[in-house]
């Protein structure tokens, strides 16, 4: 059963629906329990950062398998998480809270510089900005103090509230991995080919699998499952990003669910099951036996280059035409706004890759997206 604020379901020739209000969740929680009286359900699986906690408080109604109410929430804090992760000795960042209604000056007279400064509980790199000094940081936090006030769900608290922390050099890798009872199997360890290093943090290449030695994939899997024991994150899907240097392995952001976008397809390719299999897997009380394949595959989520209206996209067939290249999914269509980090947080699609090594892979996602050309238009908004 999908359950929706739409009132069909989107998949409905293979699932119910059930209209719910995001914004209600004890009635929410009502509706799902209902639901389940009339067609019981042996798991509930929040799909976004938005649905964690309604998936998880239905599932505590039901006595279905689940995290903490508290542990969801941290994971959507990056404020709380740091906290916690300190606390317990998780390798992070040195890091401050800004508060937006007090002087910056009084509050960073002693910082360090570069940073990166950051909303608490924005997603997807949106307002996620580096700065190497007061002035860059006085712009940056007006800018993203203007993305959260077009947020009309955010709570007052988060408004006034911005993330300090230290910026960390190093490659940066991106981690989907599962959670069984406390147990964390990593599925794949994505490399990200590109350096990130601002001052936006647009993602871009995904290669796995990855060509990080065996011991610093260790490393990240000891300091991931020592952040979800922080976090006290027991059961289903985790997405983490990290940073790697000669000083260790840094968790930068972790999240209780799984990878957005179509990125989670490249599971198959180095597991042998696709995503949406081992989750639902999982939400069964299965574990599947992860076979690990030898192929590489990659993905490219198509960047947005500026700000307009998207007249066109050229080039589509020349990059799917590309040797390796599997697929060219674009996901916004001609006529749609399109707004670049860090105000946004949407790509214009992905472009998929499969071959017998790594950097064949990457190659051929670089000569595709050299085929792409977005075509856009002014957009001239009025204020009444």
């Not at 799902?32 to 009286?37: E, L, P």
């Not at 964390?184 to 647009?202: A, C, R, S, V, Y």
Request: proline fraction near 5%; include cysteine.
């Amino acid at each position: 059963m999908i359950a929706s604020q739409g009132q069909y379901s989107i998949v409905s020739e293979y699932a119910q629906g059930l209209q719910i209000d995001f914004e209600d969740l004890d009635r929410a929680v009502d509706l799902i329990f209902h639901a389940a009286a009339q067609q019981p359900f042996v798991g509930i699986i929040g799909t976004d950062d938005s649905t964690m906690v309604l998936a998880t408080r239905a599932a505590i109604r039901l006595g279905l398998p689940h995290n903490s109410v508290e542990s969801v929430n941290l994971t959507r804090r990056k404020d709380l998480a740091r906290i916690r992760l300190l606390q317990h000795e998780v390798n992070i960042p040195e890091f401050r809270l800004l508060d937006l209604n007090v002087s910056l000056a009084e509050q960073c007279h002693d910082v360090v510089y570069p940073c990166v400064v950051k909303p608490v509980s924005l997603s997807a790199s949106r307002g996620v900005i580096r700065v190497n000094d007061f002035s860059e940081l006085q712009q940056a936090a007006s800018r993203i103090e203007k993305i959260l006030a077009r947020e009309e769900r955010l709570d007052a608290e988060v408004r006034a509230i911005l993330l300090l922390e230290q910026f960390i050099p190093g490659q940066e890798v991106a981690v989907e991995a599962i959670l069984y009872s406390g147990d964390l199997d990593i599925l794949t360890i994505f490399d990200k080919p590109d350096p990130m290093n601002g001052p936006f943090f647009e993602e871009t290449y995904y290669l796995t699998p990855s060509r990080l030695p065996e011991a610093i994939q260790q490393q990240i899997h000891q300091q991931l499952e020592a952040a979800c024991r922080a976090y006290g994150l027991l059961d289903g899907p985790v997405h983490a990003e990290c940073r790697i240097n000669k000083e260790g392995v840094w968790m930068l952001e972790i999240a209780a669910r799984t990878i957005g976008g179509l990125c989670g397809q490249l599971l198959r390719f180095g597991t042998g099951y696709n995503l949406e299999e081992l989750v639902l897997a999982h939400a069964r009380g299965q574990r599947l036996d992860i076979c690990r394949q030898d192929e590489a595959a990659g993905v490219l989520m198509i960047p947005t280059p500026e700000a307009g209206l998207l007249k066109r996209i050229e080039g589509l067939l020349a990059a799917l035409a590309v040797p390796l290249i599997e697929d060219v999914n674009i996901q916004i269509r001609e006529g749609y706004e399109l707004v670049p980090l860090p105000e946004g947080g949407q790509y214009l699609g992905f472009i998929f890759a499969r071959g017998e090594h790594i950097a064949e892979v990457e190659q051929a996602l670089r000569e595709a997206h050299a085929c792409i050309k977005i075509v856009t238009a002014p957009l001239w908004k009025i204020k009444l």
